[in-house]
């Protein structure tokens, strides 16, 4: 067991957990249907990446392929979920930046395409 892509994936999991209370409880009065969609997208993906996170957790031995598996998910993450989080909350922060936001999404995108890339040539590598 890897213990730093578990202490990663526990803070992702208890994240996924408050946002996704947060956006089922509060901010469904404050925003519209299409903007939940977006933040229950962003809440299913982080989840999604926490389970990998934790299958990665149990590959024995660490290797360059595992550690970049480790950053490509975090950073997918952030950037993918994040944004999204982001963009549907956007009319209630009045973000003046958010217009610019949607071409980062794709970006967490990769980076989650990236990361299950390294657990394939981790696995293949596998002996």
């Given at each position: ?29 404050s ?5 939940l ?18 299958f990665?957790?149990n ?9 970049l ?23 209630i ?10 071409p ?13 890339m ?10």
């Amino acid at each position: 067991m890897n213990k730093n892509i578990v202490l990663t994936a526990a803070v992702f999991g208890v994240m996924a957990v408050i946002l996704g209370a947060f956006g089922a409880h509060s901010l469904k009065e404050s925003i519209g249907e299409p903007a939940l969609a977006t933040w229950t997208k962003g809440v299913e993906y982080q989840f999604y990446h926490v389970f990998a996170l934790l299958f990665l957790s149990n590959i024995k031995v660490e290797t360059r392929l595992t550690r970049l598996a480790h950053l490509f998910f975090s950073l997918g993450i952030i950037f993918f979920s994040g944004s999204l989080y982001l963009l549907a909350t956007r009319a209630i922060h009045q973000l003046e930046f958010a217009s610019y936001i949607g071409p980062i999404t794709p970006i967490g995108g990769l980076f989650f395409i990236l990361g299950w890339m390294m657990l394939f040539f981790t696995a293949a590598k596998k002996q």
